[in-house]
């Protein structure tokens, strides 16, 4: 394992019998994930969907580093193939491409795999097919390639641990880094597929930079790497605890500040704005094509799935919030990570599917 990753092993109920090695990716904006199986345990992989190359000192080949590692060592040339959601042309799958390969590479994944991903729903056909070129011409997968929506890849773990939600009717919100998405579904069927790129990750992380300045009465300014790191250490709905960081400044000398404000506010404003996309916009579209689905949906848990819903106490306000906002009581629940979620779902049913 490389020194970027953060893996855990659970064997609970990875108990498998001889076959092809069941695979989950979900190839992320920011974060790749892949979980597996091997020697009855769960591996999972997490790693920053980056790389970077260099010229080897003594042989003067091209070596490449991804991740954590590529990001700390190469920040200055490090590349983000996909921080619109998809590889959006050919360089950007290619470099995709590259990414993918080294990450399985580095575990040692065999051809004989099957391999499951999770897509975002977006309506982006070459995005879409650039992805599957990635997946599908990489050296694994040989035993099956399937791919499924993320939301609902992530929501199997928040229903149990088998495959319960391919059985329901419900709903899910995918709150990722580049796109709000919701979708019903009924049965694993895709109904009213939504995606708004109004109310996201990176636009938090946007706004708190921008609160930081202002909070700091303009004596500190952070980029955006720096805020998005603020918002997954700090942000805390239940208990958020104001901090404090240091910054070097141009003429010499350190400048300690405290942050308040600047990561909840932009953060409460994200929570109103999604559940006004929800509620006015993807649930009336899903009352409008499916009223019976809608009906039997809400009577059920709606999921949260992606990096946003990791915030500790975000799923209980979001709930509060969008009961608020229709009038009516709705439970909201999430898988325990939600980060891991989309590729523990898509592990799941590459076990199922392998055999």
């Given amino acids: 394992m490389t020194d970027d990753e953060d893996v855990s092993a659970d064997g609970e109920d990875a108990g498998q019998a001889a076959g092809p090695t069941p695979v ?47 990001a700390r060592e ?49 309506d982006n056909e070459p995005g879409l097919r650039n992805l599957n070129r990635v997946i599908e011409e990489s050296s694994v997968g040989d035993a099956l390639v399937r791919s499924f929506p993320e939301s609902l890849c992530g929501s199997i773990p928040a229903f149990g641990d088998g495959l319960d939600a391919i059985d329901e009717v419900f709903a899910a919100v995918n709150m990722g880094s580049t796109n ?12 009213s597929p939504f995606v708004s790129g109004a109310v996201t990750g990176n636009e938090v992380d ?7 300045e202002e909070e700091t009465q303009g004596r500190v300014n952070i980029d955006l790497t720096t805020a998005r790191e603020y918002k997954e250490e700090h942000a805390d709905f239940d208990d958020f605890d104001p ?29 109103d704005d999604a559940v ?32 946003m819903a990791c915030i500790p106490g975000i799923v209980d306000v979001f709930e509060e919030r969008l009961s608020e906002e229709l009038d009516r009581d709705v439970e909201c629940i999430s898988a325990d990570r939600p980060d891991l979620a989309p590729a523990e779902g898509a592990r799941r049913i590459a076990e199922r599917l392998s055999e």
């Fill in 24 to 70: 989950g990716v979900k190839l992320g904006s920011t974060r790749t994930v892949l979980q597996y199986v091997r020697d009855g345990e769960i591996q999972t992989v997490r790693t920053l969907t980056c790389l970077a190359t260099y010229e080897d000192a003594l042989t003067g080949e091209e070596r490449v580093l991804f991740g954590e590692q590529a």
């Fill in 74 to 122: 190469y920040p200055d040339t490090v590349q983000y193939m996909l921080r619109s959601g998809l590889p959006e042309d050919d360089d950007r799958a290619d470099l995709a491409a590259k990414f993918f390969e080294e990450v399985v590479s580095s575990e040692g994944l065999d051809a004989d795999s099957a391999v499951v991903y999770a897509i975002p729903t977006i």
């Fill in 180 to 191: 709000l998405e919701a979708s019903a579904y009924r049965h694993g069927e895709q109904l």
């Fill in 206 to 212: 946007r706004r708190i930079a921008n609160a930081v």
């Fill in 243 to 271: 901090f404090t960081d240091v910054i070097q400044q141009p003429g010499g000398g350190a400048h300690e500040f405290t942050i308040e404000r600047s990561v909840m506010e932009p953060l409460d404003d994200y929570v």
């Fill in 276 to 307: 006004d996309e929800v509620a006015n916009n993807f649930l009336a579209q899903l009352a409008n094509d499916h009223m019976k689905p809608y009906q039997l949906a809400l009577s059920q848990p709606i999921v949260l799935t992606g990096g």
